[in-house]
């Protein structure tokens, strides 16, 4: 049978395979930009049938209808990966749950932990070869592909060819049925707005940087501005490896700084798991030799990325308290985002000969009652994640400085957090550094 005839015998409409469901059933959308939109509506027609249907997803960015039809959260329980705005709001309607990852593991998850019954995702329109691309979303899809009953492809136009890498597509041999998707426009992300206080923060890591080195970021101002301001310094030959790639490696790469030729691995090339960003960034992917897509339990392997020298790691945090400990993820109990592969790239940062890993946050916020609030706490808000463990923090940065927890004792780390909080808080900070016993007598106030 030719791939045009195996490609017509296992089309089907979005309707058709949203009957295949049963209740009870677990559904693992694609990740991120990739979770179905055809079949998704489908499935929100068939509310009234189910019961008790389990979707997974990480970092939505399409709204449900499947999801969205149900208030109640009798017919669809939502369970995520990792919250996006999206998520957060699904959570506090009652019936959407986060899944606790580190996102290295996610792949064994799924095969080992994880039913499956059915893995619906979209991909790039079928090659001449037979493969169908997953473009922007690699993550943890082979192991839905090894694992799950039924698997369904459905077709976006819209979706760039990514090279690899491996894992980045998946062969009509292994295809259970296709549906061609109403191809819609991938979602997109603009650049987070940048503010003073980002500006501030990353220019302090940008003077801790240097030519040759291999650059991940994480999402949010911060990150973007020091992308920026990368792309209008003087640096040059730096390298890529992360978790998600975003509008601010378009930046360096065009800006003649990226071009990864002092990479052990993946040499001349931007190695990631997903993608989300805007337009640009997805016609930057399309067919480009310089990106490769991995799973994800490549790309966050701490002996991985630890292998590449003078790996730089920058990343967020919701606050971080007097012992070096990061949350990263949530407020209180409130999950924010999620664990991701913050904790991964920390220790890989470590791992690497002249890796710095980089945890950037403003030193205060406003309540929602408009008063001021510390970011550098003496103990993590109670409830709060442990995204990165105090042994494994290295740089702490705020606008008013930058600390290396490495090495340093708990009272070495109280006065040097202390030190590059709002000085507002400090005197504070230090009485509870006292009552707790991290503070030495000698300490400068």
């Known amino acids: 049978m030719s791939l045009q005839d195996q490609y017509r015998s296992k089309r089907i409409t979005a309707r058709e395979a949203a009957r295949m469901v049963k209740s009870g059933d677990w559904i693992e959308y694609g990740f991120c930009l990739a979770a179905p939109r055809a079949f998704d509506a489908a499935l929100a027609e068939r509310c009234d049938d189910l019961t008790d249907v389990h979707i997974r997803a990480g970092v939505s960015v399409y709204p449900s209808l499947a999801f969205e039809s149900d208030p109640t959260g009798e017919r669809f329980t939502w369970n995520s990966w990792h919250f996006s705005g999206l998520d957060r709001r699904y959570a506090s309607q009652g019936s959407a749950f986060y899944i606790p990852m580190r996102f290295r593991e996610l792949p064994r998850y799924v095969l080992e932990n994880q039913p499956t019954d059915v893995f619906v995702t979209q991909a790039a329109p079928m090659d001449r070869y037979g493969f169908f691309n997953f473009g922007v979303s690699n993550s943890h899809h082979y192991g839905l592909i090894a694992r799950a009953k039924k698997i369904i492809i459905e077709v976006n136009e819209h979706f760039p060819r990514v090279h690899g890498g491996h894992g980045h597509g998946i062969h009509i041999d292994q295809v259970d049925h296709i549906i061609e998707g109403d191809n819609l426009p991938l979602a997109e992300l603009p650049p987070a707005s940048v503010s003073d206080v980002d500006k501030a923060i990353a220019t302090q890591v940008l003077a801790k940087m240097h030519d040759g080195d291999c650059v991940q970021l994480g999402i949010g101002g911060m990150p973007n501005a020091l992308g920026r301001m990368i792309a209008e310094s003087d640096l040059k030959d730096l390298g890529g490896h992360t978790e998600m790639i975003a509008d601010s490696f ?137 995204t990165d463990t105090r042994a494994t923090t290295m740089y702490v940065v705020t606008e008013y400085g930058m600390f290396n927890c490495k090495g340093q004792s708990t009272w070495q780390r109280a006065e040097g957090l202390i030190g590059i909080a709002h000085p507002q808080f400090r005197e504070e900070l230090i009485s509870k550094a006292e009552a707790m016993g991290i503070w030495r007598r000698s300490n400068k106030r």
Do not use: W
């Not at 916020?365 to 442990?386: C, E, F, H, M, V």
């Open 250 to 386: 378009v930046d360096m790469f065009q800006a003649g700084r990226m071009n990864g030729l002092r990479k052990a691995i993946d040499r001349g090339r931007i190695a990631f798991t997903f993608a989300l960003g805007t337009k640009r960034l997805y016609d930057f992917l399309d067919e480009n030799p310089f990106v490769a897509s991995y799973p994800v339990d490549y790309t966050n392997a701490t002996e991985v990325a630890g292998s590449i020298d003078n790996l730089v790691t920058i990343n967020n945090a919701v606050e971080v308290d007097l012992f070096g400990q990061v949350c990263a993820e949530s407020s209180g109990t409130r999950q924010i985002s999620g664990t991701g592969g913050q904790l991964d790239f920390v220790i890989a940062a470590y791992r690497s000969k002249g890796g710095r890993s980089f945890i950037c946050l403003s030193s205060t916020y406003r309540d929602k009652a408009g008063n001021i609030k510390s970011r550098i706490l003496p103990t993590i808000t109670p409830g709060g994640i442990i």
